[in-house]
């Protein structure tokens, strides 16, 4: 069965760095996202993404936040300099059809900011 | 307002209680609506679509009512294994998820 995988599963980073998030989603799907997770709380919307830009994007998703579709399998999220309050867990999932349809998500990449 | 809003929970149910979850939504321009489970620490996993007609898939029940933008889960005979965060999503025609806050099901023996 087709699934969304996520690399690494657990990042640790000091404050301040660069972190890239990597994705590659079901082979025949359109539409990518990232959510986020912070421990204990809710899971949050942050991009969608399709034909190669974003079409939507929540308040969390400032200028240190980017996405990118490099090639055509791979989906990364990059927050270029990292804060304590972006340690959480980072959910990436993907969908076939932008209306209806499940989204699949990925196991997550635990970030932990230091 | 939250844009989602489900119940508080925690729900604690004995095993073959049934249980029901609500949720309501302030965003009328929603399109579709789901419902998640998610399990401590793991990713999010669909249950069901909810559709206006109500849809059933075994022991579990979905109703949507776009009128009182109110969606419902009902889960009959409950198992141990239905233990688990349920999570209420609502998705807009622009490609945005939003999720609600969850609520948290424990069933005992």
């Known amino acids: 069965e087709p699934e969304v995988t996520q690399t690494p599963s657990h990042q640790v980073t000091q404050m301040g760095q660069e972190v890239i998030l990597r994705c590659v989603p079901i082979?025949?799907?359109?539409?990518f996202y990232w959510y986020r997770q912070i421990l204990g709380q809710k899971v949050e919307f942050l991009v969608s993404?399709?034909?190669?830009?974003?079409?939507?994007k929540s308040e969390i998703f400032d200028d240190q936040f980017s996405v990118e579709r490099p090639d055509g399998s791979n989906f990364t999220l990059k927050i270029r300099s990292t804060k304590l309050e972006d340690s959480a867990m980072y959910f990436c999932?993907?969908?076939?059809?932008?209306?209806?349809?499940?989204?699949?998500f990925g196991p997550g990449t635990r970030l932990t900011v230091l | 307002r939250k844009e989602v809003e489900q119940d508080p929970g925690p729900f604690n149910v004995p095993e073959g209680a049934t249980v029901a979850f609500n949720c309501t939504y302030s965003?009328?321009?929603?399109?579709?609506f789901f419902w998640y489970r998610q399990d401590c620490r793991k990713e999010p996993k669909l249950l069901m679509s909810?559709?206006?007609s109500g849809n059933e898939d075994g022991r579990f029940t979905a109703q949507l009512n776009r009128a009182s933008q109110y969606i419902s889960l009902l889960i009959r005979d409950s198992k141990l294994s239905d233990s688990a965060t349920y999570l209420c999503?609502?998705?807009?025609?622009?490609?945005?998820?939003?999720f609600g806050d969850g609520t948290t099901l424990t069933v005992k023996p």
């Open positions: 999932a993907s969908r076939a059809s932008r209306e209806g349809g499940e989204q699949f």
């Open positions: 082979s025949n799907h359109l539409y």
């Open positions: 993404f399709y034909n190669n830009e974003i079409s939507e």
């Open positions: 965003n009328s321009a929603s399109q579709s």
């Open positions: 909810v559709y206006s």
């Open positions: 999503v609502v998705n807009t025609n622009a490609g945005k998820s939003t």
